[in-house]
């Protein structure tokens, strides 16, 4: 968590600091996953060409990133553009998308100096055009310093192929190393993963109302707690995600195992009767 001194509750809208002040702020998740989805609906259901629907939500990302600085989001990943997308959207689409995260790097990363933000990537980017790949690692060394939350967009992004790198990765590493398969862990696995240097998600947020993981993250969300909102993307602000932080907070995260609420003792489980019917 930040140090209190660092967050800005007070830069918060009235109606973000109130919602805020119900929370608790020491059970705030670490790790905010959004799968950002409705951009083309949002542009249709007002007639509008779809580049302007994914304008719109490239908005939502910088508001939704300060509000995340201001109350000390450690980490919040944001799925920008999948593996997919690259493969099935129109090209002239990709292609706008190529030229939208150019620009939105280059707006905001000031703002992003201003929220002590720090930008990140996971994904395939080596595939990407070699133009978008040098404003992603010039945005990457500006705020390389920053302490603040760590803005990771998932780009060229898809989780069956991440777990296909970590697995080639972790081959080549026992190959090289001399290593017998039955020794592999799941820590090994997860030095392999695009997110080795990211807790899990704690909390994996949907807008658009889909009811999918749509290929995102599916090794780190194994616990995380999920929340679908019907509100399209760029419609989705600050305040929004801090109603789906107490929403989170609500829950009883078990992890597997029994609440605390719940006594069932050994004994009683050892003499229980089973019926086979």
């Known amino acids: ?65 300060e509000t995340a600085s201001r109350i000390g989001l450690p980490w919040l990943t944001l799925y920008a553009f999948s593996l997919e997308n690259n493969l099935r959207r129109p090209r002239a689409e990709v292609n706008f998308l190529m030229r939208l995260l150019r620009s939105y790097l280059e707006g905001n990363v000031q703002r992003m100096m201003d929220n002590n933000v720090r930008i990140r990537y996971i994904g395939r980017t080596h595939d990407l055009p070699s133009e978008v790949q040098d404003k992603m690692n010039w945005a990457a ?38 290593l017998s398969p039955d020794h592999i862990t799941e820590e090994d696995v997860h030095r392999h993963l695009y997110t080795a240097h990211m807790p899990d998600p704690d ?23 999920i929340f679908v909102t019907e509100r399209l993307w760029p419609d989705f602000r600050g305040i929004h995600l801090l109603e789906a932080i107490a929403d989170f907070q609500r829950r009883e995260r078990r992890f597997g195992g029994l609440s605390d609420s719940v006594g069932v003792s050994d004994e009683e489980a050892e003499h229980a009767k089973i019926a086979v019917s």
């Open 203 to 225: 909390l994996l947020i949907r807008t658009s109302g889909e009811m999918r993981i749509s290929n995102y993250l599916l090794w780190q969300i194994a616990y995380a707690e």
């Open 141 to 178: 060394d500006m705020t390389a310093r920053n302490t603040g939350t760590t803005l990771t967009l998932a780009l060229n992004y898809g989780a069956r192929s991440e777990i296909v790198d970590a697995f080639r990765s972790l081959a080549a590493e026992m190959k090289r190393k001399h």
């Open 1 to 65: 968590m930040y140090p209190a001194g660092t967050l800005r509750i007070h830069e918060l809208t009235p109606e973000e600091r109130a919602i805020y002040q119900a929370l608790k702020p020491e059970c705030l998740p670490q790790h905010v996953a959004i799968i950002m989805d409705g951009n083309g609906r949002w542009a249709g259901h007002r007639s509008l060409k779809r580049f302007l629907g994914h304008q719109q939500g490239a908005k939502s990302v910088q508001l939704v990133t």
